[in-house]
């Protein structure tokens, strides 16, 4: 089981793309963080201020995927201030949220390593293809029924380097199908935002960032 853990952040600002600097932050704090599948990271919610950054607003929050076994593991946040590329965030104490099973879930970004890697030059459709298939043989490996839309292409930046994936959703999932997906979500690096599904936008979703 799952559960998401709710911190709730003060700042200025960070860049949008924040996931690999966030997850360095967090592993820098609490080093059991670094490396571990046990997590997933949402990342910071705020408002969109330049293309590049989100402002922390007074409600702006810092989301957790982790199994609630785990929620001793995280103390270390409640208190701290993250340096986040060089921007400072102030953590404060957690909320806890269980999942809600919904038929809709959207992921902001998953990213699926893909045999062979990336053809050059890069064809998006040619990616796209090869996506959707690794995605339903992953959502096949855990029994999951649903049916999976691309909804459009994104990237995350790690260490310097791009990282391309795709904005998915997956309809038509049974209750349980549902937090199957929510616990293990889908793709590779959990921890820097990607893979991790919240109930569909007509169904009440958390937004990673407002756009």
């Known amino acids: 089981s799952a559960i998401d ?3 709730p952040v003060r700042g200025r600002t960070v860049a949008r793309d924040h996931g ?16 571990a599948t046990w997590i997933g990271i949402h990342g910071i919610t705020g408002k969109r201020a330049t293309p590049g950054e989100l402002t922390l607003e007074p409600l ?3 989301r957790v995927r982790i199994p609630p076994d785990k929620i001793g593991a995280l103390r ?25 099973a919904a038929a809709v ?3 902001r970004m998953v990213v699926i390593r893909l045999t062979g890697g ?12 090869r996506f959707v298939a690794e995605a339903q043989r992953q959502l096949a490996s855990h ?8 909804c459009g292409r994104r990237s995350l930046s790690v260490a310097g380097r791009r990282v391309i994936g795709h904005s998915v959703r997956v309809l038509g999932l049974s209750p349980e199908d549902s937090l199957t997906l929510q616990i293990h979500g889908l793709g ?6 990607c893979g991790i599904f919240l109930p569909g936008a007509h169904q009440g979703k958390v937004p990673h960032d407002h756009e």
């Open 118 to 129: 990336l053809a050059k030059p890069f064809d998006p459709a040619a990616f796209a293809q």
């Open 5 to 7: 853990l709710a911190f």
């Open 143 to 150: 029994g999951i029924r649903g049916e999976l839309e691309l």
């Open 105 to 107: 879930l959207d992921a």
């Open 188 to 193: 590779g690096k959990r921890v820097m935002g």
């Open 60 to 62: 702006a929050t810092l």
């Open 20 to 35: 690999y600097a966030l997850y360095a932050a967090i592993s820098r704090l609490i080093p059991a963080v670094h490396g």
């Open 76 to 100: 270390a946040l409640a208190g701290a201030t993250l340096d986040v590329a060089g921007r400072q965030v102030e953590v404060g104490a957690p909320t806890v949220h269980t999942l809600a």
